[in-house]
């Protein structure tokens, strides 16, 4: 049965019969200037709480020591930052949709800032595993809000570009945080690392109160003529209700994408903090050296992220090619049918599919102790693949949510974060018990099963979103 809500029913997409209302009207007032350097500022925002995640990974064993504690209970910071990077993008998604992007990352950006220095301050277990979850409550702001930004000022078939941009702050992340964060970490101390973090959250604090505009569809409609697409009404407290988010993977559509995304993250994120221990376990390698490694999936992560947003919009652009050619006059050509949400999904399997490759021969690479330069070329793969299918799987949810591309992305978030937590902590029992190999093995037939699962979106996902939900309606 088709979704019934008005919410739901609001969320649009634009058909070219769509653009001819105000079509005088810029869908943004920004130029094209302007529009770079909010992508950019959110991309850079966005690269806070991954990096800020990742930084800590090559100093823990030495926080470990300075703090008197154990193993098990230094894994809390880890796992209470995770934790909490799933369940607060969901208040900062709502609160981003009722006040506006500008105040959300302000706000944010300040309470990361006082959680990096307490941190950098802690003296004890119990101290740094809160200031981490203030830390992780600030940083995560932007994991939803940002997607949001983006499609407030890029029009569909522009916004996978964009978004390729966007994502290279998530992405790079797990990259960037253990090489940058060895270094600090082994020439400056583990807290000198809190006190970089806590320096680039004042800077991102600073640009979003003085430099970076406020971007929301709604406030922006009020001060300045612009198309009248994707603007949502303006909702009350009560509607802002995150549990609400959740649900919408009630639809099936919805629920086969979050899967894929979660075990695409979890298997990423885990490989990411497993890569510190084969460097320097198996290859010797000094804490300073092994996080220089993670460059290679860096590189990925940026070839795969701008490639892949490229892709997509080549791909809706191919499908509105294909409709023109299909029209018999003019007057067809100007009322052409919906391009399908699904049309961007059409290359993911590429990017997915290199991903498997590179984790399962990864694995296997570290159980038999081969070529680190071969482990390098994998993670290479690694950061490609999985950059390339977060642009087809966030493009598609925000073209199915329009009007709510900062919640969906948040409640995308918060379901691959909560898996992310999950698999990390059974990692090390994983990698005790049944070796390097087998558990990357397992990693691997979990994302093959979600990729297999999601063919299903790829080509019946129209069908399926007509019968059960979400309702896109035309605007």
């Not at 941190?119 to 940002?146: E, K």
């Not at 992340?173 to 082994?186: A, D, S, T």
Request: aromatic share 12%.
């Amino acid at each position: 049965m088709a979704a019934s809500t008005h919410t739901e029913k609001t969320d649009s997409i634009m058909t070219g019969k769509d653009a001819e209302v105000g079509k005088e009207l810029p869908y943004s007032p920004f130029g094209t200037k302007m529009r770079a350097m909010i992508v950019i500022i959110t991309a850079m925002t966005g690269l806070v709480s991954p990096l800020s995640a990742n930084m800590y990974y090559p100093s823990i064993t030495k926080v470990r020591d300075d703090l008197n504690t154990t193993q098990s209970g230094i894994t809390w910071t880890i796992t209470s930052y995770v934790i909490a990077m799933a369940v607060f993008p969901l208040l900062w998604s709502n609160l981003a949709d009722y006040i506006g992007r500008k105040p959300v990352y302000a706000l944010s950006m300040l309470i990361f800032t006082c959680g990096s220095i307490g941190c950098a301050l802690s003296q004890s277990l119990v101290a740094l595993i809160a200031s981490r979850v203030v830390q992780s409550a600030g940083s995560s702001a932007v994991q939803g809000a940002g997607a949001g930004t983006i499609s407030d000022i890029y029009p569909r078939e522009q916004r996978g570009t964009a978004l390729g941009i966007y994502y290279l702050g998530p992405l790079l992340g797990p990259c960037l945080g253990p090489l940058i964060g060895g270094y600090i970490g082994q020439d400056a101390g583990w807290r000198w690392v809190f006190w970089v973090l806590a320096i680039w959250g004042g800077i991102m604090f600073l640009l979003a109160i003085f430099v970076l505009p406020e971007t929301h569809r709604r406030l922006v409609a009020r001060k300045t003529p612009i198309q009248q697409v994707n603007i949502p009404p303006r909702l009350g407290l009560k509607d802002n209700n995150p549990l609400l988010d959740i649900a919408t993977a009630r639809y099936p559509v919805v629920a086969l994408s979050m899967f894929h995304f979660a075990m695409l993250f979890g298997t990423y994120f885990t490989n990411a903090t497993a890569q510190p221990l084969a460097y320097e376990g198996i290859y010797n390698l000094s804490q300073g050296m092994s996080g220089l490694c993670f460059l290679a999936s860096g590189v990925g992560c940026v070839m795969g992220s701008t490639g892949g947003g490229r892709v997509t919009d080549l791909l809706l652009r191919r499908y509105r090619r294909k409709l023109e050619a299909q029209a018999d006059n003019d007057e067809c050509r100007e009322n052409l049918p919906t391009i399908p949400a699904e049309a961007r999904l059409g290359a993911m399997w590429v990017g997915s599919g290199m991903f498997l490759c590179a984790v399962v021969i990864c694995g296997w690479l570290l159980e038999n102790r081969l070529s680190l330069a071969g482990v390098l070329v994998t993670q290479f793969f690694i950061g490609f693949g999985m950059a390339f299918t977060f642009q087809s799987l966030g493009g598609y949810l925000i073209d199915v949510f329009p009007m709510r591309s900062a919640r969906i992305t948040g409640v995308q978030n918060f379901w691959r974060s909560v898996w992310a937590a999950v698999i990390v902590q059974l990692f090390p029992t994983m990698h005790s018990n049944i070796g390097w190999g087998w558990s990357y093995t397992v990693m691997f037939f979990l994302t093959l099963t979600s990729l297999t699962l999601m063919q299903i979106v790829v080509f019946r996902g129209q069908i399926l979103r007509q019968r059960f939900g979400p309702s896109i309606d035309l605007q």
